[in-house]
């Protein structure tokens, strides 16, 4: 191979090179970008699971001790009513007490004596859950007889397309507001109004909704929805 070939196969490798090397750069620089979004994304959440749960458990409309009078509350902190937590327990349903509009969320509550509640969504792990978040506080539970167990009580987020989908139609609700929102799902969607029974695929569970919402169904894929409050009532057409 002459001299003229060579410089030629030289230059040839090196401007590869710097195109290998300027991708790289590129690559590292953009994954660097989503790992921090990513990472500010779940502190985001977590930092709403955290409010949502202290608000929950200092709430006697929901599971803590005390009664609210005059808008006034007679509730200790992280201090739960064992009759609260038993009425609420293995229901599958959102609780009517607490509006979060972010994520689709389970409760376990449990104490010294192994003594465990479930409230909110029973499935632990479902698959339309795009990202699992768990917050643990402490506790104590009260019992009828005023024996008191330390404990801890955790909230398990599911966030994802589907619990910002639900949670618009309950902001909706609120807010009294018609609103176009695009969902992108792998799974069909459905609500029934006579069971009030909201599917995500083959799970399901009960939700709360503020305002009636009219039955839908919402196949997989990726569709504008759009959200048509009137009179109290809440029409959802794809």
């Known amino acids: 191979m002459n001299r003229k070939a060579m410089t030629l196969l030289t230059k040839s490798m090196f401007a590869i090179f710097m195109v290998v090397f300027v991708f790289l ?8 970008r989503v790992q921090r979004l990513e990472s500010g994304q779940q502190f985001d959440y977590y930092l709403k ?8 458990i200092s709430n006697p409309n929901c599971l803590s001790l005390g009664q609210l009078q005059d808008r006034k509350s007679d509730t200790i902190q992280s201090a739960l009513d064992v009759n609260k937590l038993n009425l609420n327990d293995g229901k599958n349903q959102d609780l009517w007490c607490m509006e979060n509009y ?6 376990e509550v449990e104490d010294s004596s ?3 509640w479930r409230i909110g969504l029973l499935n632990q792990d479902p698959r339309w859950s795009e990202r699992k978040i768990k917050i643990t506080l402490p506790c104590i539970v009260r019992f009828d007889n005023g024996i008191v167990h330390a404990g801890t009580v955790s909230l398990i987020e599911h966030v994802g397309q ?3 989908f639900y949670g618009l139609i309950k902001e909706s609700c ?7 929102v695009k969902i992108n799902t792998g799974y069909d969607l459905k609500y029934e109004d006579d069971t009030n029974t909201f599917f995500m695929g ?14 839908f169904e ?18 959802i057409k794809v």
Request: aromatic share 16%; with cysteine.
């Open 49 to 56: 699971g955290n409010r949502f749960l202290t608000a929950l």
């Open 162 to 164: 589907i619990p910002r």
């Open 202 to 215: 083959d799970d399901y569970f009960f939700p709360y909704f503020s305002c009636r919402v009219e039955p």
């Open 174 to 180: 609120v807010t009294k507001e018609s609103r176009t």
């Open 218 to 235: 919402i196949s997989k894929g990726t569709h504008l929805v759009y959200l048509s409050y009137k009179d109290g009532s809440l029409k």
């Open 102 to 107: 972010d994520f689709i969320y389970s409760i």
């Open 25 to 32: 750069v590129v690559f590292l620089l953009i994954q660097n």
């Open 114 to 116: 192994r003594n465990m």
